[in-house]
């Protein structure tokens, strides 16, 4: 079955400066790529995604690149703010959804 | 915009109990999902449904069932709680086979204690 493996686990830059999380996938038929942001208190929110037919998709600070050759594929946060501070969760799709363990993102002050 | 909505929201059990999580959408959607969630282990996949009075397993569904009699609820049961099955549960619904456009929708998450 399909194994997605995300890092880092905890993550920590400086306000304004860009945050990078990285994740790998097993299952070379996997074709759906999104990520999820998670709050406090709250479930995963879906923020950016990508089908396996694009490299890269960009929404305002947010963008995610797919290399599937290598089966990895990226989420960068440019200008980071303080309301970025949450988990970030990939996830890949072939037949049921996948998720990764997780990246707590601290953004510093 | 209710979306997805979770009862109840914190429970605390001994073990032996049963209980049911009661999952309800208003998006009309086919497609619904449960989740635990563990410290250090992601979301993963309880059960699901592709639609009204159909389910399948997912990749933990050992412990629990469930049941989709309407197509806007999809119930989550343990029948008796074991302290391994202390979580945080999460609900999802999607429009169809997840794709482009065509997102999860979570719950905000029901927190149940195991004693």
């Known amino acids: 079955g399909e194994n997605v493996e995300q890092h880092p686990s905890t993550l920590s830059v400086q306000e304004g400066d860009s945050a990078v999380i990285k994740c790998t996938y097993s299952d070379s038929a996997s074709n759906y790529f999104p990520w999820y942001k ?23 600070r947010i ?14 946060i440019t200008e980071t703010q303080p309301e970025d501070s949450a988990v970030y969760f990939c996830a890949v799709r072939d037949d049921k959804i996948i998720f990764g363990k997780g990246t707590r993102l601290h953004i510093l002050p | 915009n209710a979306g ?9 059990l001994k073990t032996g109990q049963s209980m049911t999580l009661l999952c309800a959408q208003d998006m009309n959607h086919e497609y619904m999902y449960w989740y635990r969630q563990d410290p250090g282990m992601g979301l ?37 709680a074991a302290p391994s099955q202390t979580s945080v549960y999460f609900c999802a619904s999607s429009y169809s086979r997840l794709t482009i456009n065509q997102p999860q929708h979570f719950g905000d998450g029901t927190r149940l204690s195991i004693l």
């Open chain 1, 63 to 76: 963008a995610v690149t797919l290399n599937k050759t290598a089966k990895h594929f990226s989420l960068h």
């Open chain 1, 38 to 60: 998670q709050e406090l208190g709250k479930g995963p929110q879906l923020i950016i995604d990508i089908r396996s037919n694009v490299g890269e998709k960009k929404d305002q």
């Open chain 2, 4 to 12: 997805v909505t979770q009862t109840p929201k914190f429970r605390v």
């Open chain 2, 44 to 80: 993963r996949l309880i059960h699901y449904s592709v639609g009204e009075g159909t389910t399948a397993k997912g990749e933990v569904p050992d412990g629990y069932n469930v049941s989709r009699l309407k197509k806007q609820n999809f119930l989550l049961g343990l029948e008796s």
